[in-house]
């Protein structure tokens, strides 16, 4: 069965400080890959998604990802966090040939000042 | 500007109560969402459908119903058989084998 992974239900980083989230799907075929961000009370997103191609996906917000298909990872990174990353991230996976999408549980960003 | 509006913001309902949320799209994507959201439990899908007056259960669709009977509409209804229908309601709308786009959410509260 399809399915998506965060591991990480909360981290916590220092403004400043370099930042991974990490996300492992389960799909037999190469999956359409997502990453939304969501602030409170807020819709979903989009980040940056990778569909073919380049395995590393530039996104808004200097936000890069990368697929690594031998780990059945797309990992969310950002090189310096800002005060107004602070928000919760999803992680999706499409069924490639279908209209449905699996989404993670979110990791919930806390950045210190 | 294009988009998914969602009315209203917040809805509150009564005990026995049937309550519609509302989902509009001007994308002109073939497949609309509905998705619950509970803290810690990511996102749930209720319903989809791929076309109009075509619609199929999610993974949590009992105590829902939707009609779809425009392109741009996708309607969600909260019947009182929903027995915790407190939560965060999101809609989207997506192109086959492409991004879904989300709208603004609706939170509704049972009183």
């Known amino acids: 069965a399809q399915s998506v992974t965060q591991p990480d239900i909360h981290i916590t980083v220092s403004e400043g400080a370099s930042l991974e989230l990490r996300c492992n799907y389960s799909?037999?075929?190469?999956?359409?890959l997502f990453w939304y961000v969501q602030s409170p009370g807020q819709g979903l997103q989009l980040l940056l998604k990778?569909?073919?191609?380049?395995?590393l996906v530039q996104g808004i917000k200097g936000f890069e990802a990368e697929f690594k298909r031998s780990q059945s990872s797309f990992n969310l990174r950002k090189p310096s966090v800002h005060w107004s990353d602070a928000a919760e991230y999803f992680c999706?996976?499409?069924?490639?040939?279908?209209?449905?999408?699996?989404f993670g549980t979110g990791t919930r960003l806390k950045v210190l000042a | 500007d294009g988009g998914i509006t969602q009315s209203p913001k917040y809805l509150f309902r009564k005990e026995g109560q049937n309550v519609t949320l509302s989902c509009e799209q001007n994308?002109?994507?073939?497949?609309m969402y509905w998705y619950r959201q509970d803290p810690g439990q990511g996102l749930r899908l209720i319903y989809y459908s791929q076309i109009v007056n075509d619609f199929q259960k999610g993974d949590i669709a009992e105590g829902y119903s939707v009609s779809r009977e425009k392109k741009e509409s996708f309607p969600l209804t909260v019947t009182s058989a929903q027995k915790n229908p407190t939560a965060f309601y999101l809609c989207?709308?997506?192109?086959?084998?492409?991004?879904?786009?989300f709208g603004p959410g609706t939170r509704l509260t049972v009183l």
């Open positions: 989207a709308s997506s192109s086959k084998r492409d991004t879904q786009y």
């Open positions: 999706a996976v499409g069924a490639g040939g279908t209209y449905k999408y699996i």
């Open positions: 990778y569909f073919s191609g380049d395995t």
């Open positions: 799909y037999g075929a190469t999956p359409y």
């Open positions: 994308l002109n994507h073939d497949a």
